[in-house]
């Protein structure tokens, strides 16, 4: 009965449609960890984490599938291209399939496996696609499923383990009359035409060893069962064919002329004798870490685990690389932008600010006109676990990379120069009660409007940093604010009010305020009672264009609507945001973990979650703009570590642990001249809830808005080429019906120009 219901399950296709999100979005994914490999029709299809690639052999052009363009964003874990359907098959851990059938834009995803509540999870994983005859054999954690090319849906499914149980099949083939499944319980088969094969009692054991490749050459079924492949002509009656000491073969191959075997660090090609005709181990200076090869048109083509895909002719010739640009990794812990171009890095810390193991990754640069630029982590010094980036403004080939191991490097010009720590400089280093070492613990950095750079250093005695333009290093100690000189292990974001004031996150202690003015050190938090705050562990920090202090802690969101009033006697409260929700009330992002908040040129905030996504919210946070997700953009996750903007164009950065997107949806290049402002919807009408958008702006111009008496309503400086007005006096309230005067002065103040705006209420 369980067999029956599944199959009657499976057997109904649920597709969804994959949207094509490239006019707004562009993806910076990883490629150089392959997963798997395929062929056909002259092009070459390559699986990386979670993106493809594919390499035409006919004109040498290489193009990529991502999100962007309709993938899941999901583990990848087979990939298998159909040339009789010219349909491409993308299967994942979770148990997705995409299809993407040549010459649609379109990508179709089925969800048939994943949505079953009767299959476990660690079940669902997509092993293997084997075609015969129409239908492509899927290998999954539970048993075989078959899928209808010439349709597109499912057929029947099989549960081959004992009893009708789920058994993990890793790879199938159709060899004579039968079909063939590698399992971790032997190698088992029944008959390809029977009637009944779905009937686990059809199927019986031929080789009991655990099979997980299988390939067909010469007339033969090879299998790798350990660290040997067995042969057998009938099924039945196997011989060793080759053996392997110590070493457990990765995937068995075979075309017509030659089968192909993949070790961790060699690929072996045999001819139809069993003749080793070539070895392939280390190629030149890429990684020798590989997970399947296949043979054509005389080359190995191999999927590397760090190298991307290598081309080695089978005769004379020079190897190839094939990687698409991009970063070194998909899971990215924190961006930085500036005009053009942006930075990530791949350090980490567990959610107590631990950083232990000590991580050994490079860092990446992004340039729009030039691309990737990759810097190892032995270019990088040997900088261990990079956090942050902060970038001078006032000298954009300088930045200074925060290290919560290490302490703090200086690129110049993309070339690590120094790294600072406690041997040549005060920053300290921590050492826990058997004395051993924590490493030179920094994190944020951010510069104030001197071109100081401001960092913190967790666990000092100075959990502050000022480095000045000269390089001089200045320690705060902000230890007085501690009762009982309980340090906090995490300190986080730093920002600056408009009134020159500094504010620190804690990951225990709440918020921290700094007066570089005069020394004066305050802190509020959720203990004592009145500072409102959801939760002590702070993690992101933004200050908007009204001077607003944005608190994104991991219980949710509270504002500062005057931050330095922690600096006055008496009780200093944070505020939530209160939206109707179906007409009731609300508080915005309750309980959610923000990671991140970030103010555009509009005054509008984005905040990323994990878990949740991305929320765009209007300047007072009253309206909710979007919320991108997984589901509704191209975001190959919703656990969104880093946001960043670009100051110009506005391009807002995602980075996420499974790889960065972009969105140009909001902004627009910055004009040459004032003479194109515009401004719509013009009137605004009763029924109109949105954004008014005020337009044809160039770089850092003023938009002030006042009504006809000249009472002014609304200000902001350009970054880009647009802005939007929630039609609020300063976020407080919305303004009157009447005539509005948008009075816009260009950066030199030589050129205005005044638009009117009429709002009907």
Do not use: C
Not at 191 to 207: A, C, E, M, P, Y
Not at 608 to 636: H, K, W, Y
């Amino acid at each position: 009965m369980k067999n029956l219901l599944i199959l009657l399950f499976l057997s109904i296709s649920f597709w969804l449609q994959g949207q094509n999100f490239s006019d707004e979005w562009t993806g910076y994914f990883a490629y150089a960890q392959t997963k798997d490999i395929t062929e056909g029709n002259g092009v070459v299809y390559v699986a990386s984490d979670n993106a493809v690639f594919a390499y035409s052999t006919l004109d040498g052009s290489l193009t990529t599938r991502s999100t962007i363009n309709g993938l899941s964003g999901q583990p990848i874990s087979s990939i298998y291209y159909s040339a009789a359907f010219e349909t491409l098959l993308v299967g994942y851990e979770n148990g997705l399939i995409d299809v993407i059938i040549d010459g649609n834009a379109n990508v179709l995803t089925v969800v048939d496996i994943l949505n079953k509540p009767s299959i476990t999870p660690t079940e669902k994983r997509i092993n293997h696609f084997h075609e015969f005859n129409g239908f492509v054999y899927i290998s999954t954690g539970f048993g075989i499923s078959l899928f209808d090319l010439g349709r597109l849906e499912f057929d029947d499914s099989y549960f081959i383990g004992d009893n009708g149980a789920s058994l993990n099949i890793f790879e199938t083939s159709v060899f004579g009359d039968y079909v063939y499944a590698a399992t971790s319980s032997g190698l088992r088969r029944a008959l390809v035409g029977n009637s009944n094969i779905i009937d686990f009692n059809n199927w019986s054991t031929t080789n009991g060893n655990t099979f997980r490749g299988l390939a067909i050459f010469n007339e033969t079924l090879y299998g790798i069962a350990g660290r040997n492949a067995f042969k057998t002509t009938n099924g039945v009656n196997f011989s060793f064919a080759f053996r392997y000491d110590n070493i457990t073969p990765r995937d068995i191959r075979a075309t017509d002329t030659e089968l192909t075997v993949t070790l961790p660090e060699s690929i072996l090609i045999y001819d139809e004798n069993d003749n080793l005709t070539r070895t392939i181990g280390t190629v030149g200076e890429f990684v020798n870490d590989y997970n399947t090869a296949l043979t054509l048109n005389n080359s190995a083509y191999i999927s590397t685990r760090g190298s991307g895909m290598i081309e080695v002719p089978l005769a004379n010739g020079m190897p190839r690389q094939y990687l698409p640009d991009g970063p070194l990794e998909n899971d990215i812990f924190n961006i930085q932008a500036a005009t053009n171009e942006v930075w990530a890095v791949y350090g980490d810390y567990d959610v107590f600010y631990n950083p232990f193991p000590f991580n050994e990754k490079g860092l990446s640069h992004f340039v729009i006109d030039s691309g990737w630029k990759n810097i190892s982590f032995e270019d990088a010094l040997f900088t261990t676990d990079m956090v942050n980036v902060a970038i001078n403004p006032q000298n954009p080939t300088q930045v200074f990379v925060p290290s919560f191991s290490a302490g703090l490097l200086e690129i110049n010009e993309e070339i690590p120069t120094m790294l600072f720590d406690d041997t040549n400089s005060p920053l300290e280093r921590v050492f826990d009660s058997n004395g051993s070492n924590g490493g030179v613990r920094v994190n944020s950095g951010t510069f104030d409007s001197s071109n100081n750079l401001w960092i913190s250093n967790s666990l000092s005695s100075n959990g502050l940093f000022k480095v000045t333009p000269g390089g001089q290093f200045q320690g705060i100690s902000i230890a007085e604010v501690f009762p009982d000189g309980d340090r906090p292990s995490g300190l986080d974001d730093i920002v600056f009010g408009s009134d020159g004031n500094l504010f620190l996150g804690t990951n225990s202690a709440g918020l921290i305020g700094y007066n570089p003015s005069n020394g004066a050190i305050a802190r509020i938090s959720g203990d004592e009672g009145a500072a409102n705050l959801p939760s002590n562990d702070i993690r992101a920090l933004a200050v908007d264009r009204g001077g607003t202090l944005w608190i994104g802690t991991r219980r949710g969101l509270r504002l500062l609507f005057s931050p330095s009033s922690i600096f006055e006697e008496g009780e200093t409260t944070t505020n939530p945001i209160i939206i109707l929700q179906d007409d009731i009330p609300q508080e915005l992002l309750n309980d959610q973990v923000i990671t991140e908040i970030v103010v555009d040129g509009s005054n509008n905030k984005w905040i990323s979650t994990i878990g949740s996504g991305v929320f765009f919210v209007s300047p007072n946070g009253q309206e909710t703009l979007a919320n991108f997700t997984t589901r509704n953009s191209p975001l190959p996750s919703n656990n969104v570590n880093s946001m960043s903007i670009d100051p110009q164009s506005g391009t807002i950065y995602f980075a996420t642990d499974r790889g960065m997107v972009s969105f140009d949806g909001t902004s627009q290049p910055p004009a040459e001249t004032l003479e194109n402002v515009g401004v719509y919807p013009n009137p605004v009408r009763p029924t109109f809830s949105g954004l008014v958008t005020i337009d044809g702006l160039t770089a850092r111009s003023n938009v002030k808005i006042t009504d006809l008496v000249g009472n002014l309503v609304y200000e902001e400086v350009a970054s880009s080429g647009n802005l939007t007005w929630d039609t609020t006096a300063f976020g407080r309230h919305k303004v009157a019906s009447g005539v509005y005067l948008i009075l816009v002065t260009g950066p030199d103040a030589l050129e205005t120009n005044i638009v009117k705006l009429l709002i009907i209420r």
